[in-house]
T-cell receptor, first 115, second 111 residues
């Protein structure tokens, strides 16, 4: 049972345009959401996050939107740059007991920004 | 600043051989530590997490095990590797309730 879903395995966008990456979740206990960027043969790097009490968080070219009623979040990258080409993972956090929070990841979306 | 190290970067092991992957964190105390695996074409799967020395929680039944002998050291082991153990293994740390920060990963190929 996949609790975090990224239904688009890949996305191609022209340089300078907007990239929109989508993520859906099913578990209502998730209270924090994160996006990670991953290059091949490297560990994921934290990009941006949003608390469930907010509907938008912006950091430079990156904006994350959260629609709790629809259990949907999206990552907008504007303007897209060739260096943004990577796999993007959506993750959701829930308390797992014993003082630890666990992240549940989607399968990722490979973004290709075409010069 | 905090840094996380993993080694080796790549490993090729025959089926049935043992495994030991090591992860160390610098610049922080009492972090939560995590082991993930990314299999080909799949997302990140949480294998183990630890909230303190000697405290290990397992998420997926398997032939792998984890240990935390020191505050900032996390070890992933196996007595006998299976072909299905091939993948990209990632160690991560976190001190807050949410963000986790990942190491560079180990590419394991079981032949």
């Amino acid at each position: 049972d996949q609790q975090v879903k990224q239904n688009s395995p890949s996305l191609s966008v022209q340089e300078g345009r907007i990239s929109i990456l989508n993520c859906d979740y099913t578990n209502s206990m998730f209270d924090y959401f994160l996006w990670y960027k991953k290059y091949p043969a490297e560990g994921p790097t934290f990009l941006i996050s949003i608390s469930s009490i907010k509907d938008k968080n912006e950091d430079g070219r990156f904006t994350v939107f959260l629609n709790k009623s629809a259990k949907h979040l999206s990552l907008h990258i504007v303007p897209s740059q060739p260096g943004d080409s990577a796999v993007y993972f959506c993750a959701a956090s829930a308390y797992s007991g014993a003082g630890s929070y666990q992240l549940t990841f989607g399968k990722g979306t490979k973004l290709s920004v075409i010069p | 600043s905090q840094t996380i190290h993993q080694w080796p970067a790549t490993l090729v092991q025959p089926v049935g051989s043992p495994l030991s992957l090591e992860c160390t964190v610098e610049g922080t105390s009492n972090p939560n530590l995590y082991w993930y695996r990314q299999a080909a074409g799949r997302g990140l799967q949480l294998l183990f997490y630890s909230v303190g020395i000697g405290q290990i929680s397992s998420e997926v039944p398997q032939n792998l095990s984890a240990s935390r002998p020191q505050d900032r050291q996390f070890i992933l082991s196996s007595k006998k590797l299976l072909l299905s153990d091939s993948g990209f293994y990632l160690c991560a740390w976190g001190t807050g309730p949410y963000e986790q920060y990942f190491g560079p990963g180990t590419r394991l190929t079981v032949t």
